[in-house]
């Protein structure tokens, strides 16, 4: 596609039960983000693929987060167990090498 | 990590009027972006400035970078409705990882 796709784009979830995300990225970028953006607050960021390095997962807030990359494309972050605190949109953006990062329209996650 | 904070949090302005948004680093900067985010959707790349002095227009969007002082600036001339939203400063360490600032959410009234 043109841009960088995320599903669901809204996602309501109880207490508990396990929710993935993905992210179809742009076509050729060999990075993806994944950021989360709670009310009033900045973007957190999570974890980092680059080509087939392993994924910087310096940002994941507990053991309950992971994320993967197939194959260089599709990204699918999971958590498990959610929680209230959880709720948050979650962004995935891309990079083709640059510094320049194409955001995703996001997924908005709501814990209850 | 590096931190940047972003000022004002809010800011309503009457359209036609200009406004700025500043952004301040921690840390060195290697490269500053701006981008605006309308409620409920992703990310819309601004701009991005790399040297110190650097200066960069998007119709009436203008961003500046001033190096030395860690910090970089946004300006809008004569605003109007569709400039309302948030704007994020972000900044990129030496390892491509963005970190980004709180956000200016920007209100333009009729």
């Known amino acids: 596609g043109a841009g960088v796709s995320q599903s669901p784009s809204n996602k309501v979830t109880e207490k508990g039960k396990d929710v993935e995300l993905r992210c179809d990225p742009i076509?050729?970028?060999?990075?993806l983000y994944w950021y989360r953006q709670s009310l009033g607050q900045g973007l957190e960021f999570l974890i980092y693929?680059?080509?087939?390095?392993?994924?910087?997962k310096s940002g994941l807030p507990s053991d309950r987060f992971s994320a993967e990359r197939t194959g260089g494309s599709v990204s699918t972050l999971t958590i498990q167990r959610t929680q209230q605190e959880d709720s948050a949109v979650y962004l995935c953006?891309?990079?083709?090498?640059?510094?320049?990062?194409?955001f995703g329209p996001g997924t908005r996650l709501t814990v209850t | 990590s590096q931190e940047l904070e972003q000022s004002p949090q809010s800011l309503i302005v009457q359209e036609g009027k200009n406004l700025t948004i500043n952004c301040t680093s921690s840390?060195?900067?290697?490269?500053l972006y701006w981008y605006k985010q309308k409620y409920g959707e992703g990310l819309i790349f601004l701009m991005m400035?790399?040297?110190?002095?650097e200066e960069k227009s998007h119709e009436k969007i203008t961003a500046k970078l001033d190096e030395k002082k860690q910090q970089s600036s946004l300006h809008i001339t004569a605003s109007q409705p569709s400039h309302a939203g948030i704007y994020l400063c972000?900044?990129?360490?030496?390892?491509?990882?963005?970190?980004f600032g709180a956000g200016t959410t920007v209100t333009v009234r009729a």
């Open positions: 953006a891309t990079s083709g090498g640059s510094y320049e990062q194409y």
């Open positions: 076509s050729g970028h060999t990075a």
């Open positions: 693929f680059q080509g087939n390095s392993a994924p910087d």
């Open positions: 840390k060195t900067l290697y490269g």
């Open positions: 400035l790399q040297k110190g002095g």
């Open positions: 972000g900044a990129a360490s030496n390892d491509y990882k963005l970190s």
